[in-house]
Antibody, heavy 115, light 110 residues
C-alpha cells in the first residue's frame, strides 16, 4: 500500500530556512520520479520541484537557487531544503510519486512564512 | 516557463457528460507532455485520477476517462454524479524536465 507522510513544516520568518521530509512506503523513491507540489491558502496547485529516477533535478523559476530537492535511498525519503524563504512560499507542501504511485497523496505539511 | 490553461468553471447536469480540457501556451499537447488529472474536494488533499494521458488509478471511477482532443489533454466525465462536484487540476511536463499545473476547473453538478 502506497503511503506518503510529509513533515517539517512550521512557522518561519522571512529569510529563514526549513527542511521538509516525505517518508514513503509502498514503493522505492529512487526508482520513481518524485515531485514537491504546493498549494497556497485558497489557491490552486503549483509544481515546485522534481527529482527523476536518474537523479536529474528541476525547479519552478520562483524557487531556483533557494530550494534543493534530494532523496535518501536508505530511508526511502524525499526532502526539500528551503532557504531564504519568502512570504509567497506560504503553502501546504505535498510530495507525490509518478504513475500508479502518484496516489494517494499525503496530507501535506504547512509552511507559514511570516514575521 | 509555459502556461497551462483550463476552463475556470463548468456545470454539468446529473447523469450528463462534460469534457474538461488542458492546453499549453506553447503548442499542442501530446502524450510527451504526460498529462495528469487530479480531483480535489474542499478541505481534502488532491487525488490523482489519470496519469500519462489515459491511465486510471485503481480508485478512479469508470465514468472518468482521459484523452487528447483538439491539441489539448481532456478529461471526460460520462454520467456525472453529485459526488463529482470538485475542482479538477491538470499538469503537463515540458521538454521532459519541468512540470506546470493548470489553474483548475471548478465543476458544478447541478
Amino acid at each position: 500500500e502506497v503511503q506518503l507522510v510529509e513533515s517539517g513544516g512550521g512557522l518561519v520568518q522571512p529569510g529563514g530556512s526549513l527542511r521538509l521530509s516525505c517518508a514513503v512506503s509502498g514503493f522505492t523513491v529512487s526508482d520513481n520520479h518524485m515531485s514537491w507540489v504546493r498549494q497556497a491558502p485558497g489557491k490552486g496547485l503549483e509544481w515546485v520541484s522534481v527529482i527523476y529516477d536518474n537523479g536529474n533535478k528541476y525547479y519552478v523559476d520562483s524557487v531556483k537557487g533557494r530550494f534543493t530537492i534530494s532523496r535518501d535511498n536508505s530511508k526511502n525519503t524525499l526532502y526539500l531544503q528551503m532557504n531564504n524563504l519568502r512570504r509567497e512560499d506560504t503553502a501546504v507542501y505535498h510530495c507525490i510519486g509518478y504513475g500508479h504511485n502518484s496516489d494517494p497523496w499525503g496530507q501535506g505539511t504547512l509552511v507559514t512564512v511570516s514575521s | 516557463q509555459a502556461v497551462v490553461n483550463q476552463e475556470p468553471s463548468l456545470t454539468v447536469s446529473p447523469g450528463g457528460t462534460v469534457t474538461l480540457t488542458c492546453g499549453s501556451s506553447i503548442g499542442a499537447v501530446t502524450d510527451a507532455h504526460n498529462p495528469y488529472w487530479f480531483q480535489q474536494k474542499p478541505g481534502q488533499a488532491p487525488r490523482t485520477l489519470i496519469h500519462d494521458t489515459t491511465n486510471k488509478l485503481s480508485w478512479t471511477p469508470s465514468r472518468f476517462s482521459g484523452s487528447l482532443l483538439g491539441g489539448k489533454a481532456a478529461l471526460t466525465l460520462s454520467g456525472a454524479q453529485p459526488e463529482d462536484e470538485a475542482e479538477y487540476f491538470c499538469v503537463l511536463r515540458f521538454s521532459g524536465t519541468y512540470w506546470v499545473f493548470g489553474g483548475g476547473t471548478k465543476l458544478t453538478v447541478l
